[in-house]
């Protein structure tokens, strides 16, 4: 015996994963849960494991195994908390670490008991704390977008200056502007947050400018307070870029204080395939609800994008189940959106939605500040209005 | 015209992304390859676009496209190296961001020109430095992990002090040690360290002890420098779940200045789907490569996982093929490996590689050590040997 009887300091309590998952039949699908359940905790053949606490309680548990359709099962398995570290880095990798690389295996939600929740702080503002800042406390709230590439600055704070004057609640950068030499972040962020907030003092609106701070990694903090002292209202990071740990110490961060907005970007590949990667449900509304975020970006359905209605009501659920202490968020659907598309997606999403149109704002008509006060007429209709002053 | 004409200071040179995509024919193709030229830059419909360098330059140009088999082809895309920023996220946004959440689009391979090259330093040793390090000039180099989840420090101290002994030249954490109750970061660390450091006196070897230091992100430098101080030899990261950008830190840090190996974990969803993701090369070769590792980890063809012979010959290519001034890394293979598959994989991978070998080593006999000799022993034939002493 390589290994000598281990006795832990367990607490007994654990999480669960909900995996979905490929297989010839019901005995090759639970040879393969065996293999998730060693893959990863422990990563070695069970046979060689010592016994007592390791083999016993660190290894992954099958809960309960579900057939589904064809060859395609659900498993439920459940991990000692103690495995996560209390760590959002290292729960992700106990999650779905090393099984990444095995196809025809989904992650398909997370069950999260509160002895492991009391590690995260969560939201700061989540959906009622964002209705405050915008002074929207019903309706649905409005997004644009700062774009294109390539704008000079001047041009793109005079569009901020528009939109926010015509009643857009947040005015976020669009995903691609970082700090390219032809607009770059310091000059960007001051003069689009000062556009803003001169088009507020005109309007009595409370738009917030939402910069995207994504960046090298040791200067993600710096712009964030760098955005916050020019005056912008939030900011707006990519965590499929910088990982999502990063979105979770700005959120958590009190001398920072602003709203996080999370950007769906270069974690598609976890949603793309049915069977495979990491639910809708997990990517775009657990995770980002978990690390902090107070609203998540995603595509909409039936734009120029491929997810489902059935995919943006998972994410909406995710952004608004029962998670322990944790804020519902905000989604906020985009990606090739128009105003004739709103009385459809007003059915669809409610009030609890920020509409992200960006696009097809710029295409509606000349006049910037008009196509935002019809943006704004459609959802005001259906809500409290959040009148002006 | 929302946008006035601009006029832009670019160079002129351009960076490409080679896609692989499916399309109904090539009229289908080479529409949906207009879309990605908008979407990875200006993410605006072609006709809302400002004459003049935005439309000229800062757009996607479509280079070469190719038929590749059925309804497959291959677009190489090229993009102005002002549109990454120079910065590593932001040309990851640029080469799949919002892309990523489009089915059936693959990144197969970047091509960088020197002048986005230069903006980034690449790995500090490479084959050739790390190398130096364990004093194994020619032969394979050996890798195994401390393992399972669980096991008392003192125990995962004894077994790095025999592999140490036995002649592996790096010892790396498993990647599911983080800072749990029972084996926390900091005590792990400093008894490993101890532990190797004490048998390579008695050796004569140069074994390195690499901790896994992916952690909160305010907490991985920190967790470096601890294990720099306690006598490590290098450190592994999970660019997956803590951002590629990360990695870049550590390895561009020359106050650090120890090697920095990538693990493969929670990114293999890029990969498992032939048709889309980012193809091995580039998420296993390219990317650890441009932000500095000095090896990267991935799982061998035949073993537990499904990567194939060809997917790990990508990988290799992407370690090694010209990169501008950037050194070329090693290829750690691991993931159900044993000792009896060495030949094969000797055959297979000649001498610029890191054999991992962690399960399969445990298994192989009860003594440790003597396994550890084993595993030399069928390298040793294969090159310098680069004996004891």
């Keep these: 015996m390589i290994f000598p009887p281990t006795s832990l300091p367990l607490s007994g309590n654990r999480f669960t994963v909900i995996y979905r998952l490929a297989g010839a039949d019901e005995l090759d699908v639970r040879a393969k849960i065996k293999g998730i359940c060693l893959e990863q905790t422990v990563e ?108 000079p600055v001047k041009d793109l704070a ?35 947050a000062a556009a803003v907030n001169e088009a507020n003092q005109k309007s009595g609106y409370h738009c917030l400018y939402v910069p995207n701070i994504t960046a090298p990694t040791q200067q993600i903090v710096e712009r964030a307070f760098f955005a916050k002292e020019a005056g912008a209202g939030g900011v707006m990071l990519i965590p499929g870029l910088v990982g999502l740990d990063m979105l979770r110490l700005l959120a958590e961060d009190d001398n920072f204080g602003l709203p996080v907005i999370s950007h769906p970007a270069y974690w598609g590949s976890y949603v793309t395939h049915p069977w495979q990667g990491v639910s809708h449900e997990v990517t775009y509304g657990q995770l980002p609800r978990l690390a902090g975020a107070d609203a998540t970006i995603f595509v909409n359905y039936g734009g120029r994008f491929s997810f489902s209605r059935e995919d943006c009501q998972r994410i909406i659920k995710g952004t608004e189940d029962l998670l322990g202490q944790l804020k519902p968020i905000f989604p906020i659907p985009g990606g090739g959106m128009t105003l004739a598309r709103l009385p459809e997606m007003l059915q669809f999403y409610g009030r609890e939605v920020i509409f992200l149109i960006a696009g097809g704002l710029y295409a509606q008509g000349p006049d910037l500040v008009e196509n935002c006060r019809q943006f704004r007429a459609l959802v005001d209709q259906k809500g409290d209005g959040g009148s002006a002053g």
Tied chains: 1, 2.
């Excluded at 016993?56 to 498993?75: I, M, T």
């Excluded at 690389?101 to 989540?126: C, D, H, T």
């Excluded at 857009?168 to 000059?187: M, R, S, T, V, Y």
């Design 158 to 192: 005079h569009l901020a200056y528009q939109f926010a004057l015509g009643g857009i609640d947040l005015i976020k950068d669009d995903h691609g502007l970082a700090n390219q030499p032809f607009h770059p972040f310091h000059e960007r962020v001051r003069r689009c």
């Design 44 to 151: 070695l053949p069970e046979e060689l494991l010592p016994d007592g606490d390791i083999r016993a309680e660190v290894v992954g548990y099958l809960e309960s195994l579900q057939h589904l359709e064809a060859n395609y099962f659900e498993a439920a398995i459940s991990y000692a908390i103690e495995t996560s570290g209390f760590e959002l880095p290292q729960l992700l990798n106990v999650m779905f670490g090393n099984t990444s690389m095995q196809p025809y295996i989904r992650v398909e939600r997370l069950e999260l008991p509160a002895s492991l929740l009391q590690a995260f702080k969560g939201p700061r503002f989540g959906r009622v704390g964002l209705r405050k800042l915008v002074n929207g406390p019903a309706r649905p709230l409005l997004c644009t977008a700062l774009k294109p590439m390539g704008l």
